[in-house]
């Protein structure tokens, strides 16, 4: 994925499941934060969906609001669960656990 891409990304990695995952094979700063360090980014999964399924996201993404609300998010949050075909189950473990 390239600049084009860029919005996608944002969706995807602002999202509990990649948070959860991160968290899960990271190191820790030692402080609280978990380090970025290239070597466990590039183990954090983006999956490659179809370009129409892209366009739903990145259309509540670039909705033309002020203000990106809580509701949105969610909206938001359960696009991402589906792309990744979660059930109701890992969903709330996946919630729980943030």
């Not at 934060?33 to 980014?41: G, H, M, S």
């Not at 033309?64 to 792309?83: A, G, P, S, T």
């Amino acid at each position: 994925m390239t600049g084009g891409d860029l919005e996608y990304l944002c969706c995807i990695l602002n999202n509990p499941v990649t948070s959860w995952h991160f968290n899960t094979f990271c190191i820790s700063s030692g402080v609280g934060t978990n380090q970025w360090r290239e070597l466990y980014v590039k183990e954090l999964f983006i999956p490659h969906i179809k370009l129409e399924e892209r366009l739903k996201v990145l259309e509540l993404f670039n909705n033309d609001d002020l203000c990106f609300d809580e509701q949105q998010q969610d909206k938001l949050n359960h696009m991402v669960y589906d792309i990744l075909n979660l059930n109701e189950e890992e969903i709330a473990f996946i919630q729980d656990t943030m």
